[in-house]
């Protein structure tokens, strides 16, 4: 009796956190998008302490099959397992990079290691890899598809690549790296964000601002305005950093800008990633070395196009061989317009190269990137590629508000194709931010599949 009482409380508080909890049902929104706007902060770790559990409830139905393993009972239902899981951390981990704060990043350093564990449990799964390893290698005997034996053949090598193979305690010594290696990763990633936003540059002197375009100034104008501080700040942002490298005529100021982006994470501060990046070094070493391979670069290889290190080096060698009298040329010009303008005695060096570049780019096509600027303005940017998305393949974007974005910068559009049907939603995010990791990259919240022949 105290036993089903106890099933029952537990039944309701589960009932009712799941009422509250945008992550326990798939999405109700328009193309099952992401609702960014109803999630809270709180939602993630109750989100994925459930979607570890039902994972684990589908592996077990998968291991305790008393029918023989086959690709549908077994590969295919792995594939199919940790939907939502899958649907919780998508979201955590995109958001960790494109719109994060303080309580994320320090939900991330409980939830990163509890993920690394739940993936170690599956990929150690001796069960679980024992059917694997018994549809891999009876995969001539069952009719499989050309998308299907790709699928077995990345499972099978996914849980070998993770440890499978493994026994005693090379498995609990693998567990252990790959939970270290994820912490690693996330504060190495946490410590180059907080150092990039940490770094200000501010001038108040107008005079300092020589060569600059007036875009840069405002910008820097702006920034100043926002930080409640007189004169003009550049930041180690893209849009700030690089045209003050190509425009400031202030060399002294180009060198500070250029050695404080380029020591990131080397100061003796909260944010020094030196022996983060020595502890990644090693521990990645160990993974390789108990995988069996010589270094970690054999491992990473291995599912590359190069496949080993030889096919890197010799690409590398034969772009070295093909690009270097072309670049010691350039180098020369550059290095020979700033003696004319410095004297015979100046020493080009790295904050010297984009500016001096520039200024050979400019006096021999008469070009300079601030001509070209109303050309790539970034509506017109927008306009150029999706019109030419339309021409070539005849898919159009519709941008539409009504969409929920994880930030007013972002802007959602719908993708149709020719004959007009949904494609995807695609989410624009151009703009750089305190919150959001540097750099081109791109990301997805919810891939294409095939489910019961139809496309989803």
């Not at 077995?152 to 005693?168: D, H, I, K, M, T």
């Not at 907080?194 to 007036?214: C, F, H, W």
């Amino acid at each position: 009796m105290r036993k089903n009482i106890l099933t029952f409380i537990l039944l309701c508080f589960m009932n009712n956190l799941s009422s509250q909890n945008i992550f326990f049902e798939p999405y109700s929104t328009l193309h099952g998008v992401v609702p960014f706007n109803k999630i809270k902060t709180e939602d993630y770790q109750p989100a994925i302490n459930e979607g570890i559990r039902r994972q684990n409830a589908e592996i077990e139905a998968i291991i305790t099959n008393p029918e023989a393993p086959t690709f549908a009972n077994t590969v295919l239902a792995y594939e199919k397992s940790g939907e939502m899981l899958q649907r919780v951390s998508t979201v955590f981990g995109n958001l960790l990079s494109a719109e994060t704060n303080d309580e994320l990043q320090e939900l991330a350093k409980a939830i990163m290691p509890l993920m690394s564990e739940h993936a170690n449990n599956i990929s150690m799964n001796e069960k679980l890899f024992a059917r694997i390893k018994t549809v891999y290698e009876q995969r001539n005997k069952e009719a499989l598809s050309a998308e299907q034996q790709k699928l077995l053949e990345e499972v099978y090598n996914g849980f070998v690549r993770n440890g499978a193979n493994l026994q005693g305690e090379a498995k609990e010594k693998y567990r252990a790296l790959s939970k270290e290696l994820s912490l690693l990763t996330l504060q190495f990633s946490d410590n180059n964000l907080k150092e990039t936003n940490s770094y200000r540059m501010v001038i108040t002197d107008k005079s300092q601002l020589a060569g600059l375009p007036e875009s840069s100034i405002e910008a820097a104008e702006e920034a100043a305005k926002e930080a409640a501080t007189e004169g003009w700040i550049f930041t180690l942002q893209a849009p700030s950093y690089g045209p003050f490298m190509m425009y400031a005529d202030n060399r002294q100021l180009r060198r500070e800008l250029y050695m404080a982006y380029n020591t990131k994470c080397t100061h003796d501060n909260a944010y020094n990633n030196l022996e983060i990046v020595k502890k990644l070094v090693n521990v990645r070493l160990e993974i390789a070395r108990l995988l069996g391979y010589d270094n970690f670069a054999a491992y990473n290889l291995q599912e590359r196009m190069a496949q080993n290190s030889d096919a890197v080096y010799k690409l590398l060698n034969q772009l070295l061989e093909a690009y270097s009298p072309t670049a010691k040329q350039e180098y020369a010009e550059v290095q020979a317009l700033a003696r004319q303008e410095q004297g015979d005695g100046f020493t080009l060096m790295p904050w010297d190269w984009a500016y001096y570049s520039h200024k050979l780019k400019n006096k021999k096509f008469n070009i300079n990137d601030e001509m070209l600027r109303p050309y790539f303005e970034l509506s017109k940017v927008k306009e150029g590629v999706f019109g030419l998305a339309t021409r070539l393949y005849g898919i159009t974007f519709k941008k539409n508000p009504t969409i929920p974005v994880y930030h007013q910068d972002v802007d959602a559009y719908e993708v149709f194709d020719k004959d007009g049907k949904f494609l995807a939603v695609l989410y624009t995010d151009f703009h750089p931010r305190a919150s959001k990791r540097a750099g081109a990259w791109m990301t997805s919240y919810k891939g294409q599949w095939i489910s019961e022949n139809s496309d989803e």
